[in-house]
Structures are given as C-alpha cells and as structure tokens.
C-alpha cells in the first residue's frame, strides 16, 4: 500500500511571498489532515476535511491560509503572505474515517521563511 | 479543550537498557484513545502503541509496553531492551475516537548510547 505523499520536502521563501503545499492521501481514505508542527512542538492540527468537505478548520489562520480538498481525493494548502512564524514543517494524514483506526501521516514538507 | 503534556524535554538511555517516557493529559471524556508515536529524522510520524481508555489492560507491543493510570491521568511509555534504532522524538497524543483529529504533546527527544 503507498504512504501518503507530500511535495515538496523543503522550501525555503522569503516573507509576504506565497507558497503551496500538496498531499496525495491514501487511496480510499476518506478523512484528510493537514497538521503544522514548529520546532520545539508537537503537531497541531490546521483542518480536517471529510471527503472534500471540511470537518474542522478552527486553527486555521484564514487570513493567510487556505486549503481545499478537490473531488475529496489531492489536497493543497496554501499561505499568502507568508510571515517567519510559519516556519515549520507541515505534516498530512489520512485516515478511512471516524471509527476506523488506520492513521497514516507523509514525511512533511520543511518551510524555513526568512 | 483536551490537552497533552510531556515533562521531558530529552532523555538518555544506554544500549539494552530500560527507559520510561513521561505523559499527563487533561480531558473531561470518558472515552478515548492514547497513542505514542515516534519521529525520526525523516519526520514521518510512527506509531509505537495505542490504548484504549475502556481498556484496563495495559497495552504491549514487543519491547514496547504502557502504563495507563486513567485516574490520574498518566499515560507513560516503557522502552525495553533499548536499541540504537530506538533514538528519535516520541510524541504522547489523544483521540476522542479513532480516525479523528489529534491533540499531541510537545515530545520527548529519546537518546540511546552504544
């Protein structure tokens, strides 16, 4: 079974310059997560989205981030403009669901701001 | 709002030893789910172990074991038979069931000396 990709693995931007993150889930998995987690910390959960509609977003700061989960499959978040706080790594997971146990997380993509 | 602490920083064991990694938590549910997980430097998040709180039996994985105080609150994480492999950052996390969202600790960063 493939894991969960993510791309890029690094990037580095400068501040109040946009950048966009991808995640492919696992096939079949109907719950998606996008979690951000800065060094020092654990992950902290940005949004949920139940098949492509959203579940939770309630620490998402919507000023400068977004996400969408087109035909409940990819996702994309995306930052616009980004600040040197958002410096992290952000991780996607998918699972099959609420009440289902599988939980996959992808290697994350590195984002340095400077 | 449910939250995870980890007291330890960082921790250092020596090879084949024993070593005990620290969790507390904060929920007013009955029902839930504890996890650890761990992250090596590719950053991909692992799971170790996972408990349920209607279970009293402590959960076992191989050399990895659990200690589950629900009462108090504790969830603490027993490492047997310590192997180099073993050195990464764990992270303690809740659920309110399985395929939801997470709320993690700030991790621990195990050490294993050869």
């Known amino acids: 079974e493939a894991g969960v990709a993510q791309s890029p693995r690094y990037k580095i931007i400068e501040k109040r310059q946009s950048v966009a993150f991808w995640c492919n889930p696992i096939s079949g998995h109907a719950t998606l997560y996008w979690y951000q987690q800065i060094l020092g910390q654990g992950p902290k959960l940005l949004i949920q989205f139940q098949n492509n509609g959203v579940v939770d977003d309630s620490q998402l700061p919507k000023d400068r981030f977004s996400a969408e989960r087109l035909k409940g499959v990819d996702s994309t978040l995306k930052i616009q403009p980004a600040k040197l706080e958002d410096s992290a790594v952000y991780l996607c997971?998918?699972?099959?669901?609420?009440?289902?146990?599988?939980?996959?997380f992808g290697s994350g993509t590195r984002l340095t701001v400077v | 709002a449910q939250t995870v602490t980890q007291s330890q920083p960082e921790m250092s064991v020596q090879e084949a030893e024993t070593v005990t990694l620290s969790c507390t938590y904060d929920t007013s549910e009955s029902d839930y789910y504890l996890f650890w997980y761990k992250q090596p430097p590719s950053r991909q998040m692992i799971l170790v172990i996972r408990?349920?709180?209607?279970?009293?039996q402590n959960a076992t994985e191989n050399r990895f074991s659990v200690n589950f105080q629900k009462a108090a609150k504790s969830f603490s994480l027993k490492i047997s038979d310590s192997q180099l492999g073993d050195a990464a950052m764990y992270f303690c996390a809740y659920g309110m069931e399985y395929g939801n969202k997470l709320v993690f600790g700030a991790g621990t960063i195990l050490r294993v000396k050869s």
């Open positions: 408990q349920e709180a209607y279970k009293q």
């Open positions: 997971a998918s699972s099959l669901g609420r009440g289902h146990y599988g939980y996959t």
